[in-house]
C-alpha cells in the first residue's frame, strides 16, 4: 500500500496518476488474496488469480460485494465474516452500520477520512460541533476521531438539545459544524430566536454537511446570509466518506485512498465519465480489504480537471438508487431525472410512468394528473414529451391523462409492468 501527502497526490500527472491506481489495485487484489479468506474465496470462485488483476480495468474480471453478501458471510463466519486482512487485536474500532453489519475499521480508514477534513480546510485549532450520532452508526466517532488526529477538537454534540447547543457554539467559540444541514439550520434558527445576530456573534466560517438533501436555495442561505461555507459529503455506513465538495462545488472529489468505478448495475462492466451507474468502491486498505463494494446508489463521474486543482475523479451528483432503476429499450431511466424534467410544469399535478410489452416492444407511457382542466392537452402533451424524452435519453410514447387521485401518493415514479412469459 503506497502512502502519499497532499502535495504528491496534487502534482501527480495523469500518466502517474492512472499508474498509481493501477500499481494500488494490484496491491490490495494480491494483498487480500493472501490474507482475507472471504475474499480469496470470492477470487477463486470466480476463477480468478490474483496475477490477472493488474490495474483499473481488470477489476470488471472481479463480482461485487453487495450488502447484503456481508451480513450472509458474518452469518457463516461471525462476526466479522472470514474478511479481515488483519489480526484481530490490529483492528482500530468496530462499528455497527444497519443490517447489522459489524466494520472493523483500521488506522488507514482514519488518515483518509482526515485528510478529506483538511482538504476541505479545517485546520489544528479548530473547534467543532460534531452533531452526527455515536451509536450504533459509524459517523460521529468515525469523524471525531479523524478529527482529532490532526488537533481539531471535537464536541459530541448530536442532535436535539437546541438551546444547550447554541450556548456552546457562542461560549466555546465554535468554527466548525458537522451535520445534515437542516439541524444546523434549526441552530441558526434558535440562536435568532434568542436574540443573537449569527453572523454577529458566532463564529462558524465551515460546514461539513451530509446524509441528506442539501438544495441549493439551503447553501445559498448559508454562504449568503450566515457566512458558512458548506462543504457537501458523501458516504455510505460500511465504507465511510467515499468524497466531498471543494469550494468549486463541483462535484464530490474521490480520495485517492480508494478506487470508484461507475458500473452498468447488471453487468458490472465500467461505465464512461458522464453515464449513469451503480457506484462500486475498493478501498485501498490492510483491515477489511473488500474489493469491488457495490454501494446501490447511482452517480455519475468525470475525470475532468476541476477549477480548485484537485485532480482526483469526482462524482458529479448522486442520482437515486440501483432499485429504483427501470430499463428500457437499453436505457436505464432515472426517476430522478424524470421528476427534475417535469418540475418546470407546474400544470402537474401528480405523474408515473408505466412501462408495458407490447409484441416485441417496450411501450414507455407517462401517466399525468392536472392541477386544472384548463390547458390545451395537446399542445402540453407535445412540448412534456419532447422534455421528458430528452432528460431520460429514452423515447416516451404517449401522455395518458387520468383523473386527480388516481395516481397513489406513495406510487413508484417509474413502474413496471411488464411480463416476460
Ligand atoms: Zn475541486
Given at each position: 500500500?503506497?502512502?502519499?501527502?497532499?502535495?504528491?497526490l496534487?502534482?501527480?500527472?495523469?500518466?502517474?496518476r492512472?499508474?498509481?491506481?493501477?500499481?494500488?489495485?494490484?496491491?490490495?487484489v494480491?494483498?487480500?488474496?493472501k490474507?482475507?479468506?472471504?475474499m480469496?474465496?470470492?477470487?477463486?470462485?470466480?476463477g480468478?488469480?490474483?496475477?490477472?488483476?493488474?490495474?483499473v480495468?481488470?477489476?470488471?474480471k472481479?463480482?461485487?460485494?453487495?450488502?447484503?453478501?456481508?451480513i450472509a458471510?458474518?452469518?457463516i463466519?461471525?462476526p466479522?465474516?472470514?474478511?479481515?486482512g488483519?489480526?484481530?487485536?490490529?483492528?482500530r474500532s468496530i462499528f455497527i452500520?444497519?443490517?447489522?453489519?459489524?466494520?472493523?475499521?483500521g488506522?488507514?480508514?482514519?488518515?483518509?477520512v482526515?485528510?478529506?477534513?483538511r482538504?476541505?480546510g479545517f485546520?489544528k485549532g479548530?473547534?467543532v460541533l460534531?452533531?452526527?450520532?455515536y451509536?450504533?452508526?459509524?459517523?460521529?466517532?468515525?469523524?471525531h476521531?479523524?478529527?482529532?488526529?490532526?488537533g481539531?477538537?471535537?464536541?459530541p454534540t448530536?442532535?436535539g438539545n437546541?438551546?444547550?447547543?447554541?450556548?456552546i457554539m457562542?461560549?466555546?467559540?465554535?468554527?466548525?459544524?458537522?451535520?445534515?444541514?437542516?439541524f444546523?439550520?434549526?441552530?441558526i434558527?434558535?440562536?435568532?430566536?434568542?436574540?443573537?445576530?449569527?453572523?454577529?456573534?458566532?463564529?462558524i466560517?465551515?460546514a461539513?454537511?451530509?446524509a441528506?438533501m442539501?438544495p441549493?436555495s439551503m447553501?445559498?442561505?448559508?454562504?449568503h446570509?450566515?457566512?458558512?461555507t458548506?462543504?457537501?459529503?458523501?458516504?455510505?455506513?460500511?465504507?465511510?466518506?467515499?468524497?466531498?465538495?471543494c469550494?468549486?462545488?463541483?462535484g464530490?472529489?474521490?480520495?485517492?485512498?480508494?478506487?470508484?468505478e461507475?458500473?452498468?448495475?447488471?453487468?458490472?462492466?465500467?461505465?464512461?465519465?458522464?453515464?449513469?451507474?451503480?457506484?462500486v468502491?475498493?478501498?485501498?486498505?490492510?483491515?477489511?480489504p473488500?474489493?469491488?463494494y457495490?454501494t446501490?446508489?447511482?452517480?455519475?463521474?468525470?475525470?475532468?480537471?476541476?477549477?480548485?486543482?484537485?485532480?482526483?475523479?469526482?462524482?458529479l451528483?448522486?442520482?437515486?438508487?440501483v432499485?429504483?432503476?427501470?430499463?428500457?429499450?437499453g436505457?436505464?431511466?432515472?426517476?430522478?431525472?424524470?421528476?427534475?424534467?417535469?418540475?418546470?410544469?407546474?400544470?402537474?399535478?401528480?405523474?408515473?410512468?408505466v412501462?408495458?410489452r407490447e409484441g416485441h416492444?417496450d411501450?414507455l407511457?407517462?401517466?399525468?394528473e392536472?392541477?386544472?382542466?384548463?390547458?390545451n392537452?395537446?399542445?402540453?402533451?407535445?412540448?412534456?414529451?419532447?422534455a421528458v424524452?430528452t432528460?431520460?435519453?429514452v423515447?416516451?410514447d404517449?401522455?395518458?391523462w387520468?383523473?386527480?387521485?388516481?395516481?397513489?401518493?406513495?406510487?413508484?415514479?417509474?413502474l413496471?409492468?411488464?411480463?416476460?412469459?
Amino acid at each position: 500500500m503506497e502512502i502519499h501527502t497532499d502535495t504528491e497526490l496534487k502534482t501527480m500527472t495523469t500518466e502517474e496518476r492512472e499508474a498509481y491506481f493501477d500499481r494500488q489495485v494490484n496491491w490490495v487484489v494480491a494483498y487480500a488474496y493472501k490474507n482475507s479468506p472471504a475474499m480469496r474465496d470470492k477470487l477463486e470462485k470466480a476463477g480468478i488469480e490474483p496475477d490477472q488483476i493488474r490495474g483499473v480495468k481488470d477489476l470488471e474480471k472481479i463480482p461485487i460485494t453487495k450488502k447484503e453478501d456481508l451480513i450472509a458471510l458474518q452469518k457463516i463466519a461471525p462476526p466479522f465474516g472470514d474478511l479481515l486482512g488483519v489480526a484481530p487485536d490490529d483492528i482500530r474500532s468496530i462499528f455497527i452500520s444497519p443490517g447489522p453489519v459489524y466494520d472493523a475499521v483500521g488506522d488507514e480508514t482514519y488518515a483518509r477520512v482526515a485528510r478529506i477534513f483538511r482538504t476541505v480546510g479545517f485546520k489544528k485549532g479548530d473547534i467543532v460541533l460534531n452533531t452526527f450520532a455515536y451509536h450504533l452508526v459509524p459517523a460521529g466517532l468515525m469523524m471525531h476521531e479523524a478529527f482529532s488526529s490532526f488537533g481539531v477538537k471535537v464536541l459530541p454534540t448530536g442532535v436535539g438539545n437546541t438551546e444547550l447547543q447554541v450556548q456552546i457554539m457562542h461560549d466555546l467559540n465554535v468554527t466548525g459544524y458537522v451535520g445534515t444541514p437542516s439541524f444546523l439550520m434549526n441552530l441558526i434558527k434558535k440562536a435568532e430566536e434568542l436574540g443573537y445576530d449569527f453572523k454577529r456573534d458566532f463564529s462558524i466560517k465551515l460546514a461539513f454537511v451530509g446524509a441528506e438533501m442539501f438544495p441549493d436555495s439551503m447553501r445559498h442561505i448559508f454562504e449568503h446570509m450566515y457566512g458558512i461555507t458548506c462543504s457537501q459529503t458523501y458516504g455510505i455506513a460500511d465504507i465511510g466518506l467515499l468524497g466531498c465538495e471543494c469550494v468549486e462545488k463541483s462535484g464530490f472529489h474521490i480520495p485517492e485512498e480508494l478506487f470508484v468505478e461507475i458500473v452498468d448495475p447488471m453487468t458490472g462492466k465500467q461505465l464512461e465519465p458522464g453515464q449513469i451507474g451503480e457506484v462500486v468502491v475498493t478501498p485501498f486498505e490492510k483491515t477489511r480489504p473488500v474489493i469491488r463494494y457495490g454501494t446501490g446508489d447511482l452517480s455519475l463521474f468525470t475525470d475532468e480537471l476541476c477549477a480548485c486543482g484537485q485532480k482526483s475523479r469526482r462524482l458529479l451528483r448522486i442520482a437515486g438508487r440501483v432499485g429504483d432503476l427501470v430499463k428500457v429499450r437499453g436505457m436505464f431511466i432515472i426517476p430522478k431525472e424524470l421528476s427534475d424534467a417535469l418540475q418546470q410544469y407546474p400544470q402537474v399535478m401528480s405523474y408515473q410512468a408505466v412501462v408495458r410489452r407490447e409484441g416485441h416492444r417496450d411501450d414507455l407511457t407517462l401517466k399525468i394528473e392536472l392541477e386544472s382542466d384548463d390547458v390545451n392537452r395537446e399542445k402540453l402533451s407535445e412540448d412534456i414529451l419532447q422534455a421528458v424524452s430528452t432528460a431520460c435519453r429514452v423515447k416516451f410514447d404517449k401522455v395518458e391523462w387520468v383523473g386527480k387521485g388516481t395516481i397513489p401518493e406513495d406510487r413508484k415514479i417509474v413502474l413496471d409492468e411488464r411480463t416476460w412469459e
